[in-house]
Nanobody, 125 residues
Framework: QVQLVESGGGKVRAGASLSLSCAASGRTLSTYAMAWYRQTLGKKREFVAAISWNGGTTYYADSVQDRFFISRDNYRSMVHLQMNSLKPEDTAVYYC??????????????????WGQGIEVRVSA
């Protein structure tokens, strides 16, 4: 397994931008599909964005399409989530996830094997 640590969260006003980062240790990220999920209190964790091992394919939830952008730097073993035009409904704890499996299957089943501890993002109106 790979160890994941998120950073970059915080509190912003609606309309602002925020960038999250996920740093990996233990193993190189270059063979892992990566994703971001988020969860609010009392709700199920939901998919936000994902990227293939080589960065060639990305997927986004409809709710963040064209506002959030996922990228990766395999050399530095990091994944980033650029969040623009933030809305109060984006408030959540955001989790980074990694796995070597098929990306579509991982997203569908939510079965990423490695997860970070999560980082809070708060968007005020």
């Amino acid at each position: 397994q790979v160890q994941l640590v998120e950073s970059g969260g915080g509190k912003v006003r609606a309309g602002a931008s925020l960038s999250l980062s996920c740093a990996a240790s233990g193993r190189t990220l270059s063979t892992y599909a990566m994703a971001w999920y988020r969860q609010t209190l009392g709700k199920k964790r939901e998919f936000v964005a994902a990227i293939s091992w080589n960065g060639g394919t990305t997927y986004y939830a409809d709710s963040v399409q064209d506002r959030f952008f996922i990228s990766r730097d395999n050399y530095r073993s990091m994944v980033h989530l650029q969040m623009n035009s933030l809305k109060p409904e984006d408030t959540a704890v955001y989790y980074c996830a990694a796995d070597r499996g098929d990306l579509v299957q991982l997203i569908t089943a939510g079965t990423f094997g490695s997860w970070g501890q999560g980082i809070e993002v708060r968007v005020s109106a």
